[in-house]
């Protein structure tokens, strides 16, 4: 432990600083699409409110629940647009996929900008 409350550990001779990214280790697991999207349009466009979340160790705690709730709201939002906009009744699969893609990238669009450009 140092001076100032850093604890080191020795690889190959060379004393290398304990840290984490976050107050949580549970939060260093990489990010998803829609979290590094938001973290990105933080760090653009509200700096400062960037480097106050980074500082205080709630910046990946913060955009893991932006991940989570964006892929929760995309998948409630695509099984509403079903229930108006049902899968057509064809054997094409490709017609079928494209009606999913078209519904899943409507969705997308309305979480992006109710959730991802959004200054936390």
Excluded: C
């Excluded at 990105?40 to 910046?59: A, F, S, V």
């Amino acid at each position: 432990m140092s001076k100032i409350g850093v604890s080191y550990t020795e690889i190959d001779g060379v004393n290398i600083p304990n840290i984490q990214i976050s107050n949580n280790s549970e939060d260093d697991r990489p990010l998803g699409k829609y979290g590094r999207m938001a973290m990105e349009y933080l760090k653009e466009q509200n700096p400062q409110r960037y480097m106050i979340l980074k500082m205080d160790g709630t910046l990946m705690a913060t955009m893991h629940r932006v991940q989570e709730e964006a892929v929760e709201k995309i998948e409630y939002i695509t099984q509403q647009m079903l229930k108006s906009d049902p899968m057509p009744n064809t054997e094409d699969i490709m017609e079928k996929t494209r009606h999913m893609y078209s519904l899943r990238s409507a969705a997308e669009e309305i979480v992006l900008n109710e959730l991802i450009y959004k200054v936390r």
